[in-house]
Structure formats: structure tokens, C-alpha cells
């Protein structure tokens, strides 16, 4: 309904627009006919009567009378070139200035025309007779530049003054014309428009439905994901506890394979042991957070104090320092930030192993949202950087090839990225790029 309306409107304004345009047309049509009339029987004038010439106001007057009693005009008043009243004829006709737009278009030599549909009658005759002076009746008046033929200059302004009837009937016919027509376009584009709509709406309606089933089956898929993603998440957990037990288990076993009751290193297995129940807390922790219903928010500088807790004495026995930069006041939630720290670890100890005696191991967590972890150990061996993230590709002579692939897995289940960053003679960076936090 509302397009029936909108389009309807549109038909009407441009009805009203085409209608004045034809009025304005159709006047202006009248007062170029009567000027090119004027200019050819002002030669035949002029030639009939000696001694005549437009030059004169007088003589333009007896022009003017042949001209306005050819053209059936009621009579005309003559104005002076710049728009001051001098006569009118016949003598009833009473006086009257120029409208600005008549003496405009009058100076640059055009005619115009102008029509009031219910103008008073003493405002242009004198009948002296007062019921029929405040008659109002249409006026057609064609304002008409006096000049001499293939001369631009102007010689004096007439302004002829014509019985409105027949032009104001003309226009009113050629209204009625153009309301038809348009009647005719609303009722054949209405019915176009309610074709269209029908046919749009039964497009609509099948496209909703589709839409409907599309999304059920989305939230499908979106769930799923949601759980895929979670259990890759705890998968991996779970794979960085199995790959972090590896090596305490194995040095525990050359412990145990390789020296005696007598000789046995008491020192080395409780340091092996305690790095797995650290290991085991750690994850543990990690998966009450996960599979948990209590979330809450860390800061990045929380979290590295944890850190900084939890491995200062791993560096200290190496004989490595720890030095960690916080610039990043991010908030993190606990499930995120329990994964960030599993990744951390991982990559420091990977560092502290590559740390020659007195080396340094450093933290730096950006306002970017990077957090860096280098060492000034040797670097990669050469060939050996594309392969890292593979499973089963180490550097290491005992490596199982297993802790950085899982890192990036941890990495890319919270929208992370886990890269290299560099690796030379002067030390190894790794960073860990975490997902763009809202402005």
C-alpha cells in the first residue's frame, strides 16, 4: 500500500510540474506569435503612413492601435524603454506599471506573457459602472519589446491586454488531457507494482523459509564447532601434559637404569618428580578453568607474575636469568590466559635449554598484543626452521618433535598465532601474536 502511495504521489507531482510547464509553454508560444505579427505589420504600417518612425512614442502609438485592433486585444498601455507608463488605448484602458520579470525579459528584446485567472476588472478597464468594475475575469496580457527589425536596441515597451477566456479554456483542456494520461499511468503501473510485489513477496516468503532452515542448521554447525573447538582446546591440554611428562620420565628412567642403589642421586629424582607434579597441578588447573562454569579476568602482568613464580627456580638452577618486560595492560579471561601460560612455559623452558651458563631468557609482552620469548643461546640449526611446527621434527638430540606443534595448537584454539620470529647466532625469538582486542 505504502508503494501504491509513494507512487501515486510521484505521478501527481509530476502532473502538477508538466501542467505548469505547458501553461508556460503554451503563453509564451502566444507572445513570440504576436511579436514576429507585430514586427511584419510594423513595416506595413510604417510604409502606409510617411513620415512615421518608432523612434517616436507618438508614433508608436498609432502602430500600436493598428497592431492591438489586428490581434483582438481590449486595448494596450506603452511604456517608455525604461518601464515608465506614457499611454494607453483606448481610453478606458486604465494605467499600470511593468512587473520586474516583464521589464527584464522586455530589455533583452523577448516578449512574455503572463494570465490571472480571476483579475478585477477596474484594475485594467474603466467601464464606469460599478457592479461590473469589481467583476474579476481572466486577463492575458503580452508584454512586447518595441524595437526596430535586425536592431537590438529598445525603443519603448507595449503591453497589450486581452480577454483571458479562450487561453485560460485551452490550458484548463490541456490539464484534463494530461490528468487522463496520468490516471492512465497510475492504473497500469499499480497494476504492474501489485504483479511485482505478489510475485516478490512469494519470493520472499520461500527465501524466509529457506533462510529459517539455513540458520536452525547453522546454530547446528556452530554448536558443534563450538565443542570441536573446545575438545581440540582440552586435546591439546592434554598433549602438552603427556609431551611435558616425556622428559622428566625419561630422566628418571636413565636415573634409575644407570646407577646404583648406592650411587643413586636423590636430588635429580625429586627434581624430576617435582617438575611432573608440577606439570600435573598445572594442567589440571588448566581444565577445572576449561571445563569449569567460573570465569573470570587476568591481567597480562598477573599472569607473567605467575609465570615468573612458577619457573624462576627452573632458570636458577640452569643458572639463567629470567627477565620479563609487561607493557600490555590487556585483561584476559582465565580459560585464555591458562592456555597462554601452558604456551609460555613451554617455549621458556625450550629457551632456558638453549641458554648457554649466565645466558638470559627474556619476556616482553607488547601493548600490541605480542608477547616475545628470546634467548641468547646459538639459534636453530640451519634447515631445521620450516620444519619446527611438525610433529615429530626437533633440534634436540632426545626431543620428541612434539612440543611446538602442540604450542600452536594451544595457540590457534584461542585465535592466536605461534611464529618465529628470528633465530641467529645471537639468540632465538619466538612470539605468540594473540586475536585483536575491541577499541
Not at 105 to 113: F, G, I, M, Q, R
Not at 177 to 185: E, G, W
Amino acid at each position: 500500500m505504502l508503494v501504491l502511495i509513494i507512487f501515486g504521489g510521484t505521478i501527481w507531482v509530476a502532473k502538477e510540474q508538466l501542467a505548469d510547464r505547458v501553461r508556460e509553454q503554451a503563453l509564451t508560444r502566444q507572445a513570440e506569435v504576436l511579436q514576429a505579427i507585430a514586427l511584419v505589420h510594423q513595416v506595413s504600417v510604417i510604409e502606409a503612413f510617411e513620415d512615421l518612425s518608432m523612434e517616436n512614442h507618438a508614433d508608436q502609438l498609432i502602430v500600436m492601435e493598428e497592431i492591438s485592433e489586428l490581434s483582438g486585444a481590449l486595448g494596450f498601455r506603452l511604456y517608455s524603454p525604461e518601464a515608465n507608463y506614457l499611454y494607453s488605448y483606448p481610453e478606458t484602458i486604465t494605467e499600470g506599471a511593468l512587473g520586474l520579470t516583464q521589464f527584464k525579459k522586455a530589455e533583452t528584446l523577448s516578449p512574455s506573457a503572463s494570465l490571472t485567472e480571476r483579475a478585477l476588472l477596474s484594475d485594467w478597464v474603466d467601464t464606469g459602472v460599478d457592479d461590473v468594475a469589481t467583476e474579476r475575469v481572466p486577463i492575458l496580457e503580452i508584454v512586447l519589446p518595441l524595437h526596430i527589425a535586425d536592431e537590438e536596441q529598445l525603443l519603448g515597451i507595449a503591453q497589450l491586454i486581452f480577454d483571458g477566456d479562450d487561453t485560460l479554456a485551452d490550458i484548463e483542456q490541456l490539464g484534463q488531457q494530461i490528468s487522463v494520461q496520468s490516471s492512465v499511468v497510475f492504473a497500469v503501473g499499480a497494476v504492474i507494482i501489485a504483479v511485482v510485489l505478489g510475485f516478490s513477496f512469494r519470493s520472499i516468503n520461500r527465501s524466509h523459509d529457506r533462510l529459517t532452515k539455513r540458520t536452525a542448521a547453522l546454530n547446528e554447525a556452530n554448536q558443534a564447532l563450538a565443542l570441536s573447538n573446545k575438545t581440540t582446546a582440552i586435546g591439546g591440554i592434554a598433549s602438552h601434559l603427556m609431551h611435558g611428562l616425556r622428559n622428566p620420565l625419561a630422566a628418571l628412567k636413565t636415573l634409575f637404569s644407570n646407577t646404583d642403589d648406592a650411587k643413586l642421586n636423590l636430588a635429580e629424582a625429586k627434581e624430576a618428580i617435582s617438575r611432573m607434579e608440577f606439570m600435573v597441578e598445572d594442567v589440571l588447573r588448566t581444565l577445572r578453568d576449561y571445563q569449569g562454569g567460573i570465569v573470570y579476568e587476568i591481567t597480562m602482568r598477573e599472569l607473567l607474575g605467575l609465570f615468573e613464580n612458577n619457573f624462576s627456580a627452573a632458570a636458577t638452577k640452569r643458572s639463567v636469568a629470567l627477565q620479563i618486560d609487561v607493557e600490555s595492560d590487556f585483561n584476559l579471561e582465565n580459560r585464555e590466559a591458562s592456555l597462554i601460560l601452558l604456551i609460555i612455559e613451554n617455549l621458556a623452558y625450550n629457551a632456558v635449554e638453549a641458554c648457554p651458563t649466565g645466558g638470559t631468557v627474556r619476556i616482553d609482552a607488547s601493548r600490541d598484543g605480542i608477547i616475545a620469548v628470546s634467548d641468547d643461546g646459538p639459534g636453530l640449526p640451519e634447515g631445521t626452521q620450516e620444519q619446527l611446527f611438525q610433529a615429530g621434527k626437533s633440534t634436540k638430540e632426545q626431543g620428541s618433535g612434539l612440543g611446538l606443534p602442540i604450542s600452536r595448537q594451544l595457540a590457534i584454539s584461542i585465535d592466536a598465532d605461534l611464529r618465529l620470529a628470528k633465530s641467529d647466532e645471537n639468540g632465538t625469538t619466538f612470539e605468540l601474536r594473540l586475536a585483536k582486542r575491541g577499541a
